[in-house]
């Protein structure tokens, strides 16, 4: 059913820049050069980060015959010409369509036109589509709007990961697979916030946090099929991506430590890590951040297991995932308002294997020692201590 190789596409869960979170709306194919452009110059695209996808609004008003069209001032070169020029860099192209009659931001769509609208991504060199679930679903099941279009990319001759974004609505990690998919959202769209009120748009990252536990969808999760959390708002501030829509109001923005929990997570959920900030303006802590070598290594890890909860104390809790070679990532979380020791043991955490002696790598500190079997470190608040922990 599925095309020759596409079983080893997102072995690791896939990793880029999207569109969205920090220009929402307002994107251009000049903006999309330039984050080209930037991802190879910053190391960003050596440090893994390979798809460039653009999201949302892309496309002109009405579609021709059926088929999309690309918004004729916004993307005047044209799909083709822009997918060649981030080939060009080395990087891969992504694109954004919905599974319904138009996008979240109401232009054309794919429900009703999937082999056409396949057919024309896989002609244009598209590597990667992000399928929303925006527009009249038609009656249809989202089973049935997902699966139409993972046929319809399994179909063409081109290796294309399939990213449905269904928002968790549907338990998408119990038919994801089946209908395609590399990846499928399991929880409703990030904001870069701490957390929300139920009568705010979206959700924080400790809310996701949460969730991505409370729903109990680890098992699902593995090389070939990801759980995802949605795009990172790492160097988002509070003019950023969706706060330039008009019907949507939050008040944003992350405090370094809250990033650093932010990507620290990502990493240990084996998370697609989809960067979504202004690469152009981007700072020098925002960059360390994103290519920290062993925080992304946590990422990648071959075995692909989304890290669990072990146990909470208070505000202050032990997360844990096994990694190749016998080694366990470790986040050690203060949810609080005040610095936290935090201490557990190698016992509690998900560690394969018995040994005298353990390695422990300090991620964000730099720092290495050995213990016989105690973990601990003291937390700021809303922040996180991220170990790799190897049995000697
Ligand atoms: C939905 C998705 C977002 C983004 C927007 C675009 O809200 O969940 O990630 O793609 O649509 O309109």
Redesign the pocket.
């Given at each position: 059913m599925f095309a020759t190789g596409s079983r080893a596409l997102a072995a690791t869960p896939p990793m880029g820049w999207n569109s969205?979170n920090a220009f929402s709306?307002a994107v251009t194919e000049e903006d999309i050069r330039s984050a080209a452009d930037r991802l190879v110059e910053t190391g960003l695209r050596d440090a893994g980060y390979e798809y460039l996808v653009v999201?949302?609004?892309w496309m002109d008003d009405e579609l021709d015959d059926g088929y999309l069209r690309p918004h004729p001032e916004d993307f005047p070169s044209g799909i083709e010409a822009l997918a060649e020029y981030v080939h060009d860099r080395d990087l891969k192209f992504g694109i954004?369509s919905s599974a319904g009659r138009v996008?979240?931001?109401g232009y054309p769509a794919s429900l009703g036109h999937e082999r056409k609208h396949a057919r024309q991504f896989a002609d244009w060199g598209v590597d990667y589509l992000?399928y929303?679930n925006?527009g009249d679903h038609e009656g249809k099941d989202a089973l049935a709007r997902y699966s139409a279009m993972g046929k319809a990319l399994a179909k063409v001759d081109r290796d294309i990961v399939y990213s449905i974004?269904e928002?968790g609505r549907n338990e998408p990690w119990r038919w994801g697979r089946n209908a395609g998919g590399h990846l499928w959202?399991a929880t409703h769209?990030i904001v870069a916030k701490w957390s929300t009120e139920d009568t705010e748009f979206g959700l924080g990252i400790a809310d996701i946090i949460d969730q991505m536990d409370d729903r109990d969808i680890a098992p699902s999760h593995g090389p070939g099929g990801w759980n995802d959390p949605?795009?990172l708002q790492i160097g988002n501030g509070p003019d950023s991506g969706q706060s330039k829509l008009e019907d949507v109001t939050v008040e944003r923005g992350l405090t370094p430590a809250e990033e650093r929990t932010h990507f620290s997570f990502w990493c240990l959920f084996a998370a697609p890590l989809m960067a979504g900030n202004d690469l152009v303006e981007m700072d020098d802590r925002t960059l360390a951040l994103l290519t920290n070598e062993d925080a992304v290594a946590i990422n990648q890890d071959p075995l692909g297991i989304q890290g669990t909860r072990d146990g909470r104390l208070g505000e202050t809790e032990v997360w844990s995932k096994r990694l190749t070679d016998g080694r366990c990532a470790v986040i050690l979380f203060n949810r609080g308002r005040t610095p936290a020791t935090i201490e557990t043991t190698v016992e509690t955490v998900d560690m394969s294997v018995d040994a005298a002696t353990y390695t422990v790598e300090d991620v964000w500190e730099d720092d290495e020692w050995q213990t016989s079997g105690t973990l601990h470190a003291t937390v700021d608040p809303h922040d996180v201590a991220l170990f790799r922990v190897s049995p000697e």
């Open positions: 969205w709306c999201d949302d609004c954004y996008t979240c931001q992000k929303d925006c974004c928002w959202r769209d949605d795009m």
